[in-house]
């Protein structure tokens, strides 16, 4: 079920399933939180989901309200102002620590989390993410994107990026995740993939302070993901003291829609593992 609270005078989008110790699910570009539905239809005894669309995405406004009623655009300008709006979020909602779990983008913004309010972590699931900041290449990739968007506009991304996401089999199968996948592009407006976009290709180098994270960590990854390779992923779970490290077979860069069942039993030992000795 989904939701709308206001923070900070912008209107958030969230979708919502179960109850008890809450999870955020951080979704990826650019993509919005429905991406979460393998996930959020099956959330186990004793866990809340909560899946936010980030700011400009989805349900999730660029706008704020002053003050004189009018509406100014606010997009965000680095990954830190997606971590603040989840803090935010999670203050609305009275959340005080959560599981986050984040996939590629919203593996960045976990980091940023960290950076900004361990704390208020419990765990971390690193799914189909690096920790790398973007390489000159990369850099030049995004621009070249913020070109097609201008020119052409989300179609034009959309038909750039499905194929990165989504391994063959995927997208050859009629009806496979390929056209819904399609339609969580297109529903988001062109000033919040823009401005993602340029968060991206300006985001931190996270790598520096892999050390430095203690908290429980599982790192998720697509035997097949080609943006973000399972080399990467090891790295990150050679630097984190006391990590897993799972591949799924059979999928690629969105491991969480193309094998739902495999990446949910991994998330869902993990949440287990969490769970006091002893638990029933």
Partial sequence: MHHYVTVRRRRVRYLEAGHGRPVLLVHAFPLAADMWAPQ???????????APDLRGFGGSAREIDTELGHATNDG??????????????LDALAIERAVVVGLSMGGYV??????????????????????QADTD????????????LGQHGLPAIADAMLPKLLG?????????????????ILGNASPGIADAIRCLMTRP??????ASITRPTLILVGRDDQLTPVADHEAMHAAIAGSRL??????????????PEDFNRALFDFLESLLPSGHA
Avoid at 110 to 131: G, I, N, P, Q, Y
Avoid at 139 to 146: H, S
């Fill in 168 to 184: 063959p089999v995927a997208l050859a199968d009629p009806s496979g995740p390929r056209s819904a996948v399609r339609r969580l």
């Fill in 76 to 89: 965000a300008t680095s990954i830190d102002d997606y971590a603040r709006d989840l803090l935010d979020l």
């Fill in 205 to 210: 180098d996270a790598t520096p302070a892999l």
């Fill in 137 to 148: 290449e990369g850099r030049e990739n995004r621009k070249r994107m913020l070109a097609e």
């Fill in 40 to 50: 959020l239809s099956a959330v186990p005894p004793g866990w809340r989901f909560v």
């Fill in 246 to 259: 799972q591949v799924i077979d059979g999928a690629s860069h969105l491991s969480n829609i193309e094998r």
């Fill in 110 to 131: 976990a980091f940023a989390l960290h950076r900004r309010a361990a704390a208020r972590l419990e765990a971390l699931v690193l799914c189909d993410t690096r920790s």
